[in-house]
Structures are given as C-alpha cells and as structure tokens.
C-alpha cells in the first residue's frame, strides 16, 4: 500500500455550515458597528449590534434543529460574542461619550470588556459541568453578553429615540458600565430562554406579544428595543426568586431521601439476629 497517497477529503455537509456562516455574519455585523461608531453614525452602529444580537441568537438554534453543533462551532461562537457583545459596546461607548471623561472613561470601558471575556470563560467551563440539575438549564449564572450590550447601549438608544444630551453624559453612561460589567460576572440567576417551553395556554398570548414586538420594530425600532430591556431588567428578580425556590425544593428533597435511607438502615439493623 502506498502510504504517499492522501485520501480524498470529505465534503462537509451544508448543515454544519450554516450555523459558522451565521456566526461569521454576526462578526461582520460587531466590526461594522466599530466602523460606524469611528464615522459617528451612532443609528447605523446600533443597527449593526441589534443585527449581530439576531444572528447570535439563531446560529445556535439553527445548529441545534439541523444537527450541526460542534465543538468549533461553539468556540467560533464565542470569540463572536466577545467581539460584538464585549469590544464593539465598549468602544461605541467610548468614542460617543467616555472619551470625555479622561482616563475614567477608557477605564471604564476596559472593565466592561475584561468581565465580559471573564463571563464568556466561565460559561464555557461551566457547560459540561455534570451532575446539575434538569431546571439549571433555564437559567444563567450572571446577565448573558447580548442583553449586557443591550443594557450598557441603552443610555444610546434613549438619546437617539428622544434627543436628550441628559443620557450622552459621562457620569450616566460610566455607572451604567460599570454596574452591568459587574453583573455579568456576578452569581445572580437570570432566565436563559434557549430552553423554555411555553405553557398550552400560555401559546397564544406568547405569539401576540411576538407579533406586537415585531410590528414595534418596524413602527418605533428604539422605544421596542428600550421596552423590551426594561422588561429584561424587571425579569431579573424574578429569575433570582424562581431560581432560590427550585433550589430549596431541591434540598428538601435531598433531605427527605437522607431521612427515608437513615430509617430504612435503622430498621435493618433492629432486625439483625443478636451475636
């Protein structure tokens, strides 16, 4: 057998492709918002940030329903989320704004980008972590990136959608980033909606409120993007309540097992023969 001879590569089938190219054209869309925010065109750059949250939020479906999740895949997917969710924000906050403040603003900036790379590490190493239960997997330790860009973007989506100079400040836009960055890289449960199931009769409201968003963004894109953050917001104590509930009714159970295995070793040993 002639081992000089290489075999013929493997074509890769379509599907495992289709998710990578959506996760490339949410890259394209982080760096676009970057050169954007260089021209000052804030509108455009807010667009380019709201297109890349889109696209991340269905190449992982999409990977999912055509069975072309990978290992590569999930690490491309990363690398994404820290370009258009950790630097782009970042850098568009600086340049509208932080650049005012002297070395606090490019300070500030750096933090949001650094815990938004911390918060990215952990996810991954957390991912195959074994032994957790079932309900974990709707929640979130700390804020995800995307809604982080969101929420630290707000004060611009404000100024754009009503014209005031009140949110382009450098003492409103700093304490933003700073609070959010620390979200991100806190313990705090949010709701993680890749996996939750809508009740039956929760069906119907949920593709009306579906509808309403979309005819939002088509009629008033800023005022549906800055609801639909404020609702994010007011979610998070709700996750953190549901979250501690599920935990303790855990540990009940845990507890009632511990209880029931030490009066059945109680009950073996009061049957034992006498030596």
């Not at 889109?54 to 072309?68: N, T, V, Y």
């Not at 700073?178 to 890289?185: C, D, F, H, P």
Request: proline share 7%; charged share 15%.
């Amino acid at each position: 057998m002639d081992r000089s001879r290489r075999r013929p590569l493997k074509g890769l089938p379509i599907n495992r492709m289709i998710p990578n190219i959506l996760t490339l054209l949410a890259i394209c869309a982080g760096l676009s918002a970057i050169r954007f925010a260089l021209m000052e065109r804030w509108e455009h750059a807010l667009l380019a940030i709201l297109v890349a949250a889109i696209l991340d939020g269905l190449d992982g479906r999409i990977a999912r329903i055509l069975k072309g999740a990978s290992k590569f895949g999930a690490e491309l997917d990363s690398l994404s989320d820290f370009v258009c969710f950790g630097v782009a924000p970042a850098i568009m906050l600086y340049l509208w704004t932080l650049q005012y403040a002297t070395r606090f603003g490019w300070t500030v900036a750096l933090l949001y980008s650094v815990c938004c790379a911390l918060r990215l590490a952990r996810f991954n190493t957390a991912i195959d972590q074994p032994d957790q239960p079932t309900w974990t997997r709707n929640y979130f330790t700390g804020v995800p990136s995307p809604a982080a860009a969101g929420l630290v973007l707000l004060p611009m989506i404000l100024s754009a959608q009503l014209g005031e100079d009140l949110f382009r400040q450098p003492l409103v836009v700093g304490p933003v980033l700073v609070v959010v960055a620390l979200l991100m890289v806190s313990a705090i449960p949010t709701f993680s909606f890749k996996k939750f199931k809508v009740p039956p009769q929760w069906v119907l409201p949920t593709m009306l409120f579906v509808g309403v968003v979309a005819a939002g963004m088509v009629s008033a894109p800023w005022a549906t993007v800055s609801a639909l953050l404020v609702l994010y917001v007011g979610s998070i104590p709700v996750a953190v309540r549901s979250h501690r509930r599920l935990r303790q009714r855990d540990a009940e159970a845990v507890e009632a097992r511990s209880t029931i295995a030490e009066a059945a070793t109680v009950a073996d040993d009061a049957h034992l023969p006498p030596n």
